[in-house]
């Protein structure tokens, strides 16, 4: 791993399907999101009105923005339903002795 590829978001442990983690990454937040034991991550500030999504409804493979419900796919982070008009930035992620790590996807 070429740390200046990837940054450090976070432990693993303190990650779950219920609840997300925030973390910095390239000057960008992003959140955190465990689906079906996969970690994913993406850009945490909704496009349509800046709200934190990883503060929203998570159900399955998709968080509904806190404020307007606009709602992404996580392992994608396809926007399906407005009101936002854009898909949130995917990163890779990976694990390494339980620390999540991650990086932009080009």
Not at 67 to 81: N, Q, S, V
């Amino acid at each position: 791993m070429n740390p200046t590829d990837w940054t450090y978001a976070g432990e693993a442990a303190e990650l779950s399907e219920e609840t997300p983690l925030t973390a910095t990454a390239n000057g960008m937040a992003v959140g955190l999101y465990s689906v079906n034991g996969a970690i994913h991550a993406l850009e945490d500030i909704c496009p349509h009105a800046e709200a934190l999504l990883s503060q929203g409804f998570v159900d399955g493979e998709y968080v509904e923005c806190p404020l307007h419900g606009a709602l992404f796919h996580i392992p994608t982070g396809k926007c399906t339903k407005g009101p936002a008009e854009r898909d949130v930035v995917k990163f890779e992620t990976r694990v390494e002795s339980g620390k999540i790590y991650l990086r932009k996807q080009s």
